[in-house]
């Protein structure tokens, strides 16, 4: 049985970070009731490209969830809200800060009706300081946070990573900071606010960079494939494309060497350790460059892999995803969408010996569960009715 069985959890998220992370949650045994606009429902139902229907964005990020169309402007809709929160453990919300209050569905509000709920909100900068109220997606953060500055080349321009690196990380601190307030909460028994920030989260990554700049005063520049601390760790060409090598530590600077024979190299004062070979690295560069540009990338990878040296190509999205490596690691499943259809997506990363995530509910048509869950809500308000 997955872990978070019996966990209830109210999902009024939309497009990437809160739905990565209830989907997460939904994953290891949540019982995640996503709520929709009754119209169009979340954002990304109508973000191309589409198949049979459905956007393969949506696709993605909502799998082992309910779906529940409420108006949350009307009285029906927001008192079944309402019940919903009261005999929930977490709900998640990525409106803008303030959005809730309006609707009387903030923070302070909602610890009146259940006061043992982790309430988790994400937004573009959090809910304190002077750009709280500002938006946030992801190319935005990307730029703000300096993350930009250091993704390129040196004669180009900044560039975004990309895929929406700060929407799957706020997303995923999202879900450790629900699972620590839980916890506390099992000491406590009261809930409390999970605030998370794309910009916060994202800004946690440049710690590297950070401390060169707090130390030095002069932050790092784009280094494109480079490695502004090790080399060689970077990409080196070959006859049919490039390689990736990750040349980490001494002794994998002297298995390098045994692969592509140059025990010259290893023992060169001018290479024979990284602070050496920092200090010389374009001549090393160049130097390897002349006596790999014969190697295909097979060759080449073969014989770096037989020296345990850390190697790839750089490879398309497609060949990746076709790796044997992650179907033996069930990081591509098929969950079935109806009797005529499969929905192949992305596995869960976490991997639990005893009690694995189970990804077998494909992602909800829009309302698709409102019957089931209004009914049960009305059953539960006629139990209780009966014992008061």
């Not at 390689?243 to 692969?259: D, I, K, R, S």
Request: charged letters at 25%; aromatic letters at 6%; a neutral charge.
């Amino acid at each position: 049985m997955p872990p978070l069985t019996g966990l209830r959890v109210i999902d009024l998220t939309r497009v990437l970070a809160g739905p990565y992370c209830t989907m997460m949650l939904g994953d290891m045994g949540a019982d995640v009731i996503k709520i929709e606009e009754p119209t169009h429902g979340d954002d990304t139902r109508d973000w191309a490209p589409h198949r049979d229907g459905w956007s393969t964005f949506f696709l993605g990020l909502n799998r082992s969830k309910k779906s529940l169309t409420l108006d949350l402007k009307s009285t029906a809709g927001a008192s079944t809200l309402r019940q919903l929160i009261s005999e929930a453990d977490v709900l998640v919300e990525n409106f803008r800060p303030g959005s809730l209050k309006k609707l009387c569905f903030d923070y302070d509000a909602v610890t009146s009706l259940n006061s043992r709920l982790i309430y988790c909100s994400i937004t573009g900068y959090g809910q304190t300081g002077p750009k709280k109220d500002l938006p946030g997606y992801d190319a935005v953060i990307q730029a703000e946070s300096g993350l930009m500055d250091v993704t390129g080349f040196p004669d180009g321009p900044a560039t975004r990573v990309g895929v929406a690196i700060t929407d799957y990380l706020a997303g995923l601190y999202a879900m450790n900071g629900i699972l620590l307030a839980l916890r506390e909460r099992d000491k406590s028994g009261q809930g409390q606010h999970v605030d998370i920030g794309l910009l916060d989260s994202l800004t946690s990554t440049l710690a590297l960079p950070a401390l060169v700049y707090f130390n030095t005063g002069k932050a790092p520049g784009r280094e494109g494939n480079q490695h502004h601390a090790l080399t060689p760790y970077e990409t080196i060409p070959v006859s049919d494309g490039i390689v990736v090598v990750a040349v980490g530590n001494p002794h994998l600077w002297a298995q390098f060497c045994n692969a592509i024979v140059a025990t010259d190299l290893e023992h060169d004062p001018l290479y024979r350790t990284n602070t050496n070979r920092m200090e010389n690295r374009d001549a090393l560069i160049r130097e390897l460059t002349h006596r790999l540009r014969s190697y295909t990338k097979h060759e080449l990878i073969v014989r770096l892999r037989a020296n345990n040296v850390p190697c790839t190509e750089v490879r398309t999205i497609s060949e990746a995803l076709e790796d044997p490596q992650l179907q033996a690691r069930r990081m591509v499943v098929d969950i079935p969408q109806d009797q005529l259809r499969m929905v192949r997506t992305l596995g869960n990363p976490i991997k639990l010996s005893r009690t694995p995530a189970v990804i077998d509910r494909p992602p909800p048509a829009l309302g698709e569960h409102n019957d089931e869950i209004l009914t049960a809500l009305r059953n539960s308000a006629s139990s209780n009715r009966k014992k008061t």
